[in-house]
C-alpha cells in the first residue's frame, strides 16, 4: 500500500498545499489544494474520496477535479463522507450556484459523482482495503481514517495501517481505537498551532505541541510507529517544529536516537510530514 502525500498544509502559500493523501492510485482522503499537482491522467485513476469533514481546505478541489475529468469517465466517483458533511457539501458548493450539482449531472442516472455516508466505525473495502471512519473532534461534524491493507495481499503476510487524525482536538475515543488497531506502520496527526496560538487552537478544536504531547501519551506502551506532523499553518511552520524539538529534548532519554521523545511512557519518532513525500507501508 502506497501513500503519496499531496498536501499536508493548514493553508495556502507558495509550495504549501492544504490536506489530500492518495492511496495507491485509486483512492483519495481529503481533497485539498494539493489534488491539483495531479495530472489528468491520475485524477481519472482515482475512484473513491474520503472526507474527514466539510471546511474548505479538506474539499477545495472536489468540485474542480470532477469539472477536470468526469466526462472522461465511465463511472462515478463516489465519496465517502459523514451524513452532515455531504449535507453541507450539496448546500454550500454542489448546489448550482457556486459550482454544478454533479450528483446530478449529467444526469441523474448516470453522474459524475455519487455520495456515499459513513458513519464513525464503518468500514469500507475497496480493493483489498479496508477504510475506517475514526472518531474526530472538531468544530464541525468530522472523522479521521484508518486505512488498511489485507495481509493476503502482502508479501510479509502482515498487516499494514495508515492512521489519519483529520482536524481534530483532544479525543480519548480516536486514541481507544488506535490502541486496538493491528499493524499500525505509520500516524498522521495535525499540530496545526505553535504554543502562542493554544487559546485559537482550543477555541477551534486543533492541537498545539502540549496538546499534542498529551495525547501521544494516550496510546499503549506495546504500540510502535513513527508519527508525522501534519496541518501547520504556513507561518506557524517552523515555530511548531521548533517548539516539538524542545519537547523532545526535554524529555528524551540520553539513549535515545535522534528524533525521538519521551511523553513519559517511552520513545516516538516525530516527523515533519511534507507535499511530495510518499511511503511504501
Known amino acids: ?22 492511496i495507491d492510485t485509486d483512492i483519495l482522503v481529503d481533497a485539498g489544494t494539493g489534488v491539483g499537482d495531479l495530472t489528468v491522467g491520475e485524477m481519472l485513476r482515482v475512484d473513491h474520496v474520503f472526507i474527514t469533514h466539510a471546511h474548505l481546505d479538506h474539499i477545495t478541489a472536489l468540485p474542480l477535479m470532477l469539472d477536470a475529468m468526469g466526462a472522461r469517465r465511465r463511472q462515478p466517483v463516489i465519496v465517502h463522507a459523514l451524513p452532515q458533511t455531504i449535507e453541507a457539501m450539496r448546500a454550500h458548493i454542489f448546489n448550482n450556484l457556486i459550482w454544478p450539482d454533479f450528483s446530478r449531472i449529467p444526469t441523474e442516472a448516470a453522474p459524475f459523482m455519487r455520495f456515499a455516508a459513513i458513519e464513525t466505525g464503518e468500514v469500507e473495502e475497496i480493493g483489498g482495503r479496508r477504510i475506517e471512519a475514526l472518531p474526530a473532534r472538531h468544530t464541525v461534524p468530522a472523522v479521521g481514517y484508518a486505512v488498511s491493507a489485507d495481509p493476503a495481499m502482502r508479501k510479509d503476510g502482515k498487516a499494514a495501517t495508515w492512521v489519519f487524525s483529520g482536524d481534530t482536538g483532544p479525543n480519548p475515543a480516536f486514541w481507544q481505537r488506535v490502541n486496538q488497531l493491528d499493524g499500525v506502520r505509520m500516524l498522521v496527526i495535525e499540530t496545526a498551532f505553535s ?13 498545539a505541541p502540549d496538546t499534542l504531547a498529551q495525547e501521544l501519551a494516550q496510546i499503549s506502551p506495546e504500540k510502535d510507529f513513527p508519527i508525522y506532523i501534519t496541518h501547520t499553518k504556513p507561518t506557524e511552520t517552523v515555530q511548531i517544529l521548533v517548539e516539538l524539538g524542545g519537547l523532545q529534548r526535554d524529555n528524551a532519554q540520553k539513549s535515545a536516537p535522534p528524533g525521538a521523545t519521551d511523553h513519559g511512557r517511552r520513545l516516538y519518532e516525530l516527523h515533519g510530514l511534507q507535499a511530495g513525500q510518499e511511503f511504501d507501508l
Open 1 to 22: 500500500m502506497k501513500v503519496r502525500v499531496l498536501g499536508c498544509s493548514g493553508a495556502i502559500a507558495r509550495g504549501s498545499r492544504t490536506t489530500s493523501f492518495l
Open 195 to 207: 504554543r502562542r496560538e493554544s487559546k485559537l487552537a482550543e477555541i477551534s478544536q486543533h492541537l
